[in-house]
């Protein structure tokens, strides 16, 4: 079955780094678009980044691009996702999701599956 699991979260100062991955299983993760979210403490889950297949195409939300970048290892079945001088408004679960295929959205409604997260907490 489908599996996407995130991993690198952690307690951060503000100005902080924090390299977070997702590894995927039971799918040919080489033929799918990927995506990052996250989803902030009464707020909405809100989409970050996008990939496609080989990498060819990335996206960044425009408040956070030159902060967060968005990369695949195709060899290794992983997305990461590297986020740079952090602030106490990245404090969120962070989500990897796959792109249903056909789409190129971060409307969630085009993503059909999720990790279960991994907690980003940055301290001022």
């Known amino acids: 079955q489908v599996q996407l699991v995130e991993s690198g979260g952690g307690s951060v100062e503000t100005g902080g780094s924090l390299r977070l991955s997702c590894a995927a299983s039971?799918?040919?993760?080489?033929?799918?678009?990927m995506a990052w979210f996250r989803q902030a403490p009464g707020k909405v889950r809100e989409g970050l980044a996008i990939i496609s297949v080989g990498s060819r195409a990335s996206a960044v939300e425009g408040s956070l691009k030159g902060r967060f970048k968005v990369s695949r290892d195709e060899a290794k079945n992983t997305l990461s996702l590297q986020m740079n001088s952090l602030n106490p408004e990245d404090t969120a679960i962070y989500y990897c999701?796959?792109?249903?295929?056909?789409?190129?959205?971060?409307?969630?409604?085009?993503?059909?599956?999720w990790g279960q997260g991994t907690q980003v907490t940055v301290s001022s």
């Open positions: 039971g799918f040919p993760f080489s033929n799918y678009d």
């Open positions: 999701a796959r792109v249903r295929s056909g789409a190129w959205s971060l409307d969630p409604s085009d993503l059909d599956y």
